[in-house]
Every structure is written in C-alpha cells, then in structure tokens.
C-alpha cells in the first residue's frame, strides 16, 4: 500500500555532495523500516543505509559510513539520503525502499527484508 517516489539524483563531480529524497504516499512510514538500496553496473544490488521510523536506530553501509547519512521528516512523509565526499564507484541508480523486518548487519550481503521500491533515480560521479 505505500508508494516510494524518490527525487535528486544527477550528475556531480568527485568530491562533490548530492541529496536524495523518497516521499511516501498511500500509509506513512510510522511502521515501516525505510532504506536505500543501489545497483552499480556489472553489480548486484546492495543496502545503502537504512533507518527505524519509529525509532533512532539506523544502518550505513561500511563503504559509504563517514560519507552518507539517512535521515527522515515524519511530518512530511520524506527520507533524505545526504551524499557526501562522492566518489566515481558511487554512481549507481538508487532506490528508495520500504518493509517491516529489521536486518541490521545482514544487509553487508543481502537485501533482504524489502517488499516496497521506488523506480530508482540515477547518480553519475564523474571524475
């Protein structure tokens, strides 16, 4: 029941910064595990970072921790993934995602736990 629409993606220079944002719509996110999940070329797909709705309790990824953060604005209905300090193996498409278990850890091999997605928005990191 709960679309993902996500918006900010482009193309940026190494270095640079860049900020997602993934509005909801249909039932809020006061339940739900919201998170980022991007696909590199030639690569499988793999869990971001990821953040409790409900709760302050979140996941980074150890390649991108120190770089990205997540973040979230109940009110609005919006989760934020704040792009730092990118680098050209970060250009992937990104999707925002959604479900209702908690993987923590897990998520350095799989993508489990994530029943909906947003149709992806491109980042390009040039050189």
């Known amino acids: 029941q709960v679309q993902l629409v996500e918006s900010g993606g482009g193309l940026v220079q190494a270095g640079g910064s860049l900020r997602l944002s993934c509005v909801a719509s249909?039932?809020?996110?006061?339940?739900?595990?919201v998170g980022w999940v991007r696909q590199r070329p030639g690569k499988e797909r793999e869990v971001v970072a990821a953040?409790?709705?409900?709760?302050?309790?979140?996941y980074h990824r150890d390649s991108v921790k120190g770089r990205f953060t997540i973040s979230r604005d109940n009110a609005k209905n919006t989760v934020y993934l704040q792009m730092n300090s990118l680098k050209v193996e970060d250009t992937a498409v990104y999707f925002c995602?959604?479900?209702?278990?908690?993987?923590?850890?897990?998520?350095?091999?799989?993508?489990?736990?994530?029943?909906?997605w947003g149709q992806g928005t491109q980042v390009t990191v040039s050189s």
């Open positions: 995602v959604a479900g209702l278990r908690w993987y923590g850890s897990t998520w350095s091999t799989t993508t489990e736990g994530f029943d909906a």
């Open positions: 953040t409790l709705w409900s709760a302050d309790m979140t």
């Open positions: 249909g039932q809020s996110f006061s339940r739900y595990v």
